[in-house]
Protein backbone atom coordinates (compact mmCIF):
# COMPACT_ATOMS: atom_id res chain seq x y z
CA UNK A 1 0.00 0.00 0.00
CA UNK A 2 1.56 3.21 -1.03
CA UNK A 3 1.23 6.02 1.26
CA UNK A 4 2.79 9.47 2.36
CA UNK A 5 6.01 9.64 4.81
CA UNK A 6 4.28 10.31 8.31
CA UNK A 7 0.86 11.09 6.97
CA UNK A 8 -1.31 10.62 9.98
CA UNK A 9 1.25 13.76 11.29
CA UNK A 10 1.45 16.01 8.51
CA UNK A 11 -1.85 15.68 6.41
CA UNK A 12 -5.42 16.83 7.42
CA UNK A 13 -7.89 13.98 7.44
CA UNK A 14 -9.60 15.32 4.76
CA UNK A 15 -6.56 15.16 2.13
CA UNK A 16 -6.01 11.77 2.68
CA UNK A 17 -6.20 9.61 -0.02
CA UNK A 18 -8.11 6.66 0.29
CA UNK A 19 -5.13 3.61 0.72
CA UNK A 20 -4.02 6.30 3.87
CA UNK A 21 -7.70 6.30 5.38
CA UNK A 22 -7.25 2.60 5.14
CA UNK A 23 -4.35 2.35 6.49
CA UNK A 24 -5.07 3.89 9.78
CA UNK A 25 -7.13 0.98 11.12
CA UNK A 26 -4.74 -0.97 13.32
CA UNK A 27 -6.37 -4.08 12.96
CA UNK A 28 -7.94 -4.35 16.69
CA UNK A 29 -11.24 -5.86 15.40
CA UNK A 30 -12.90 -4.17 18.22
CA UNK A 31 -15.21 -2.10 16.00
CA UNK A 32 -16.16 -6.09 14.53
CA UNK A 33 -17.91 -6.63 17.76
CA UNK A 34 -21.80 -6.34 18.27
CA UNK A 35 -23.05 -3.75 20.27
CA UNK A 36 -25.85 -2.18 22.30
CA UNK A 37 -26.85 1.11 22.61
CA UNK A 38 -29.10 2.49 25.77
CA UNK A 39 -31.82 3.76 24.07
CA UNK A 40 -31.67 7.14 26.96
CA UNK A 41 -28.48 7.66 27.59
CA UNK A 42 -27.37 6.66 24.16
CA UNK A 43 -24.36 5.12 26.09
CA UNK A 44 -22.86 2.25 24.15
CA UNK A 45 -21.60 -0.89 25.52
CA UNK A 46 -19.51 -3.50 23.62
CA UNK A 47 -19.92 -7.34 24.09
CA UNK A 48 -17.15 -9.82 22.88
CA UNK A 49 -19.62 -11.48 20.23
CA UNK A 50 -17.60 -10.65 17.05
CA UNK A 51 -19.29 -10.44 13.70
CA UNK A 52 -19.85 -13.75 11.90
CA UNK A 53 -16.99 -12.73 9.27
CA UNK A 54 -14.04 -11.53 11.91
CA UNK A 55 -11.55 -13.76 11.62
CA UNK A 56 -10.95 -13.71 15.45
CA UNK A 57 -7.07 -14.79 15.15
CA UNK A 58 -6.36 -11.93 12.74
CA UNK A 59 -8.81 -10.39 14.00
CA UNK A 60 -9.50 -9.26 10.32
CA UNK A 61 -12.49 -9.66 8.16
CA UNK A 62 -12.58 -12.61 5.82
CA UNK A 63 -14.67 -10.64 2.74
CA UNK A 64 -13.80 -7.09 3.48
CA UNK A 65 -14.14 -6.34 -0.39
CA UNK A 66 -17.93 -7.35 -0.07
CA UNK A 67 -18.48 -6.45 4.02
CA UNK A 68 -21.74 -4.57 2.82
CA UNK A 69 -23.80 -6.98 0.69
CA UNK A 70 -22.27 -9.39 3.22
CA UNK A 71 -22.83 -8.01 6.43
CA UNK A 72 -25.81 -5.01 6.27
CA UNK A 73 -24.77 -3.92 9.87
CA UNK A 74 -21.54 -3.26 8.17
CA UNK A 75 -20.46 0.21 9.36
CA UNK A 76 -17.88 2.13 6.83
CA UNK A 77 -15.67 4.38 8.35
CA UNK A 78 -15.94 7.60 6.33
CA UNK A 79 -14.57 11.10 6.79
CA UNK A 80 -18.14 12.97 6.15
CA UNK A 81 -19.37 10.46 9.96
CA UNK A 82 -16.51 12.10 11.96
CA UNK A 83 -18.03 13.45 14.23
CA UNK A 84 -20.36 10.44 14.86
CA UNK A 85 -16.96 8.42 15.79
CA UNK A 86 -16.70 8.57 19.67
CA UNK A 87 -18.11 5.66 19.67
CA UNK A 88 -15.27 3.60 18.50
CA UNK A 89 -12.80 2.64 21.02
CA UNK A 90 -10.80 5.23 23.01
CA UNK A 91 -7.67 3.56 20.67
CA UNK A 92 -8.97 3.89 17.52
CA UNK A 93 -7.01 5.45 15.05
CA UNK A 94 -9.58 7.08 13.53
CA UNK A 95 -11.32 8.30 16.52
CA UNK A 96 -7.84 9.79 17.98
CA UNK A 97 -7.29 12.12 14.70
CA UNK A 98 -10.75 12.88 15.16
CA UNK A 99 -9.84 14.48 17.94
CA UNK A 100 -6.60 15.91 17.30
CA UNK A 101 -4.86 13.44 18.95
CA UNK A 102 -1.90 11.31 17.65
CA UNK A 103 -1.35 7.80 16.93
CA UNK A 104 0.26 6.20 20.14
CA UNK A 105 3.52 4.48 20.03
CA UNK A 106 2.34 0.88 19.44
CA UNK A 107 0.05 1.45 16.02
CA UNK A 108 1.89 -0.14 13.86
CA UNK A 109 2.74 3.15 11.69
CA UNK A 110 4.53 4.61 14.64
CA UNK A 111 6.34 0.98 15.62
CA UNK A 112 6.34 -0.69 12.23
CA UNK A 113 5.50 -3.62 13.87
CA UNK A 114 1.36 -4.99 12.90
CA UNK A 115 1.77 -7.34 15.86
CA UNK A 116 1.94 -5.12 19.06
CA UNK A 117 -1.27 -4.21 18.87
CA UNK A 118 -2.05 -8.12 19.31
CA UNK A 119 0.77 -8.43 22.16
CA UNK A 120 -0.38 -5.64 24.08
CA UNK A 121 -3.66 -6.42 24.18
CA UNK A 122 -5.52 -4.63 22.61
CA UNK A 123 -7.12 -6.16 20.07
CA UNK A 124 -10.06 -8.82 20.29
CA UNK A 125 -7.55 -11.76 19.54
CA UNK A 126 -8.87 -14.99 21.27
CA UNK A 127 -11.23 -12.93 23.02
CA UNK A 128 -14.36 -13.46 21.03
CA UNK A 129 -17.41 -15.60 20.05
CA UNK A 130 -18.84 -15.58 16.66
CA UNK A 131 -22.15 -14.29 16.15
CA UNK A 132 -23.42 -17.34 14.46
CA UNK A 133 -23.98 -18.84 17.66
CA UNK A 134 -25.27 -16.14 19.74
CA UNK A 135 -29.17 -15.07 19.80
CA UNK A 136 -29.47 -10.99 19.45
CA UNK A 137 -31.90 -11.25 22.13
CA UNK A 138 -29.07 -12.76 24.62
CA UNK A 139 -26.07 -10.21 23.25
CA UNK A 140 -26.45 -8.19 26.84
CA UNK A 141 -24.96 -11.79 28.68
CA UNK A 142 -21.88 -11.17 26.53
CA UNK A 143 -21.36 -7.50 27.61
CA UNK A 144 -17.06 -6.87 28.16
CA UNK A 145 -15.76 -3.30 29.93
CA UNK A 146 -11.94 -4.27 28.09
CA UNK A 147 -13.13 -2.19 24.99
CA UNK A 148 -13.64 1.47 26.11
S1 LIG B 1 -11.61 -0.04 16.00
FE1 LIG B 1 -10.55 1.31 14.55
S2 LIG B 1 -8.46 0.54 14.49
FE2 LIG B 1 -9.73 -1.10 15.38
S3 LIG B 1 -10.34 -2.40 13.65
FE3 LIG B 1 -11.94 -0.85 13.93
S4 LIG B 1 -11.38 0.82 12.53
FE4 LIG B 1 -9.57 -0.46 12.81
S1 LIG C 1 -18.37 -7.48 7.73
FE1 LIG C 1 -17.85 -5.51 8.69
S2 LIG C 1 -18.24 -5.87 10.90
FE2 LIG C 1 -18.10 -7.87 9.90
S3 LIG C 1 -15.97 -8.49 10.13
FE3 LIG C 1 -16.20 -7.50 8.13
S4 LIG C 1 -15.61 -5.34 8.52
FE4 LIG C 1 -16.07 -6.30 10.52
Do not use: N
Not at 70 to 85: H, K, P, Q, S
Not at 128 to 137: A, K, M, Q
Request: hydrophobic share 35%; with cysteine; proline share 4%.
Amino acid sequence: MRVREKFWETIPLRQLTPQEWEALCDGCGKCCLHKLEDSDSGEVFYTRVACRLLDPDSCRCTDYSQRQRRVTACVVLRLEDIADFDYLPATCAYRLLARGQGLPDWHYLVSDDAEQVHALGLSVRGRTLSGEFVHPDGLDEHIIHWVE
